[in-house]
Every structure is written in structure tokens, then in C-alpha cells.
């Protein structure tokens, strides 16, 4: 008899303990992600089912990839940001000062002289440049990241006009429009760009230390300031990252439409912050996924082209993307406090509470609480 409840004492957590397991997997990014995978599925399905070969066909599967491309650029940069705990209102007025500052008529003089990679130096630096500012003020002149890039997003945009005159620079070189219009055993080279793009970023943030602390940044700035991490250093360069990837998207954008205008890249920064929180990225930072990202940005993306071979208007297509990201946030709400109650649960101190009789984790540490200085926010990096 002694045996039997021996067992029954060892044996009986383990369902618990493996049902939270599981909980705790498809709470995950896999979960996260898979869900996308399904929602994107099912777009598919409804596309098919309402406009049939129209929908289904490689011109416009090809043309969803490139309407994605370049938001998708902007968005794995943003995705950075916010997994390190800030915003960035002034990417697509980034986008649009650095397309009118490379395709300015001296910018394409020196580029017909020399090489028409400078035109994408050029918009690359002024991106990088411009995420330099608002990084330095954010971090160094302890500005709320909010205000500063939205500061940024007026004088950007301002510039840009005034750069141009208000007026659509025309590209005038033929190499630099066919080398980024053409494409590659049929895949767009926008497309292939994007790819690339996302997976530097993976790699970025999932196999380096830079990604490791800016999950630990993101997740409490404090502790990872105690860790040895240099925040304010770390800070600046997410915005440069930011900046870059904007310049990047400008020399798509400038390839696609073949011009350079102030009015380029208009509300990519709620297209870009809609995708990174459909993606799973916590808007509070800490926690985030290059996939997911990617992912939002094919469903958003996708929603738009269904939209639009079924006749419906823009408008309902705003009030539908606005619907998928307020349900999108709850779910992250859900998800959250289910991973915050399975941790405190599971946590030492709740069990030495649960068998003393005392209540439940009355003591618990700073790794019960997200972001706590003793624990880091779920998909959470080192902080070395």
C-alpha cells in the first residue's frame, strides 16, 4: 500500500506537467507561427473560391510577392525596434527622402558617371543616417521614441519635399531599372531581395549576440544594463538597422514605380507595425520573430490582392486590416498572461509554496514576472 501511493505521489504531476508542456509549445513562436501559417491558408482558399484562376494564377501569386516585397523590407527593420522595446513612426518618410535624395539630378549624374549602385549607397546612407538621429535622440536625449520618430516622420517628409520641390523625379538610368525590374530563373528580383533581407535578419536575431541583447533589452532595459549590455549603444543601432532597411525599400520602391517623389512610402509605418503585430512581435518589446513578421506581411498583403479582384472598395479593406490587428493584440494579451500564469506555476517557488501549504508562489521571483530582472520575456535572448 505504501508503494502504491509512493507512486501514485511521483506519477500524478506528470499529466500537468505535460499538458502545460504542450500549452507552452503552442503558445510558442511554432504555435504563433502556425496559426499564420493556417490564417494565410485559408486566405488562399477564399481567394480561390471567389476569383478562381484570377487568384490562383503565378502572374498573381508573383504580384502579391512583389506588393509585399517592399513593406516586408521596412517590416523586418521594424521588427527589430520593437522586440527592443521601441517604435518607429518615420519609416515611410524615410522611404521617401532617401527615393528623392538618390534619384536627385546630380545623385543620377554621378551614378551615369560612374555606376548606378550609387543611387543605392546613396539612399542606404540616408536611411542609415536618418535611424542615426533617431537613435541618439532616443537614447542619448532620452526622448520618447514615439514623439522623436514622429518628429522625424514630418521633417523627413518635409525635406523630401523640399528636396523635390514637390515634384516626381523620373530614374533615368536604364541599367539600374532593368537590373532591379528583371529577375531570376522567373523569380522578381524584388522578391529575391526580400528573401534575403528576411533571412539576414533571422540569422541577426536569432544565431548572434546583437540578437540576444535585443531581446534582453527589450525585455527589461534595466537588467540588461546590470548584465553588462551598453542599452543606449544598442539602442542607436536598432534605429540605424531601422534606417537601413527603409533605404533599402526606397531603391525597390524607386525600381518599381521608376521614380523618386516625397509622396513615396505613405502610412508604411502602420502597414509595417501592423505586420510586425500580426507576426506575434510584442508591441511592448521582448519578444518577436522574423518569421511571424514575414508572415504577417504575406496575410496582409494577401488580404489586399483578394480585396481587390473582388471589386471591394479600400475602405473595407481599412476596416477588415483594422479588425485582424485589434483581434491579433488580444490574442497576444491571451497568450501572454497564459505563458506568465504556466512560468509562475512551474516556478520553484510556487512549488515550495504548494507544499508547505502556503499560497501559491507568495514568494516568487523575478523570472515569474516578464521582463523581471531575475527572467527574460518569453523567446527572450542572453544578455551576453
Not at 148 to 172: C, P, V, W
Not at 179 to 197: K, Y
Not at 352 to 368: E, F, K, N, R
Amino acid at each position: 500500500m505504501s508503494e502504491g501511493a509512493t507512486t501514485a505521489t511521483v506519477t500524478a504531476p506528470a499529466a500537468p506537467n505535460g499538458s502545460a508542456g504542450r500549452v507552452g509549445l503552442m503558445a510558442g513562436p511554432l504555435g504563433r507561427n502556425l496559426g499564420l501559417v493556417i490564417a494565410l491558408a485559408i486566405l488562399c482558399i477564399v481567394g480561390v473560391a471567389t476569383a478562381g484562376d484570377r487568384f490562383a494564377s503565378v502572374d498573381n501569386v508573383l504580384t502579391i510577392l512583389r506588393a509585399a516585397s517592399v513593406i516586408g523590407v521596412v517590416s523586418v527593420g521594424m521588427t527589430f525596434v520593437i522586440i527592443g522595446g521601441g517604435i518607429d513612426l518615420s519609416v515611410g518618410a524615410l522611404v521617401a527622402l532617401s527615393s528623392v535624395w538618390a534619384s536627385t539630378l546630380a545623385t543620377q549624374q554621378i551614378a551615369t558617371d560612374f555606376h548606378w549602385i550609387v543611387m543605392v549607397i546613396t539612399a542606404v546612407l540616408v536611411g542609415a543616417g536618418a535611424g542615426l538621429v533617431n537613435g541618439v535622440v532616443i537614447a542619448y536625449g532620452k526622448l520618447v521614441a514615439f514623439i522623436a520618430t514622429l518628429a522625424m516622420l514630418a521633417a523627413a517628409r518635409g525635406l523630401a519635399e523640399i528636396m523635390s520641390n514637390r515634384r516626381t523625379q523620373i530614374i533615368q538610368d536604364r541599367d539600374f531599372l532593368a537590373f532591379f525590374s528583371g529577375d531570376v530563373l522567373g523569380i522578381p528580383t524584388l522578391v529575391i531581395i526580400f528573401a534575403l533581407v528576411a533571412v539576414a535578419g533571422w540569422v541577426l536575431l536569432n544565431r548572434t549576440t546583437f540578437g540576444r541583447r535585443t531581446f534582453a533589452v527589450g525585455g527589461n532595459a534595466e537588467a540588461a544594463r546590470l548584465a553588462g549590455i551598453r542599452v543606449q549603444r544598442h539602442t542607436v543601432k536598432l534605429y540605424v538597422l531601422s534606417g537601413i532597411t527603409c533605404g533599402i525599400a526606397a531603391v525597390m520602391l524607386m525600381a518599381r514605380t521608376t521614380t523618386g517623389s516625397s509622396t513615396h512610402g505613405a502610412l508604411y509605418e502602420l502597414d509595417a507595425i501592423a505586420a510586425v503585430v500580426i507576426g506575434g512581435t510584442l508591441l511592448i518589446g521582448g519578444r518577436g520573430t522574423i518569421v511571424g513578421t514575414v508572415l504577417g506581411v504575406l496575410i496582409f498583403t494577401t488580404l489586399g490582392n483578394v480585396f481587390t479582384l473582388n471589386n471591394l472598395s479600400s475602405s473595407a479593406q481599412a476596416v477588415a486590416r483594422g479588425v485582424i490587428i485589434v483581434l491579433a493584440v488580444l490574442l497576444q494579451n491571451r497568450l501572454a498572461n497564459r505563458e506568465t500564469r504556466t512560468r509562475i506555476s512551474r516556478s520553484p517557488a510556487a512549488e515550495a509554496g504548494s507544499d508547505t501549504g502556503g499560497p501559491a508562489g507568495a514568494t516568487g521571483g523575478g523570472s515569474a514576472v516578464p521582463g523581471g530582472p531575475a527572467g527574460a520575456r518569453p523567446g527572450g535572448g542572453d544578455a551576453t
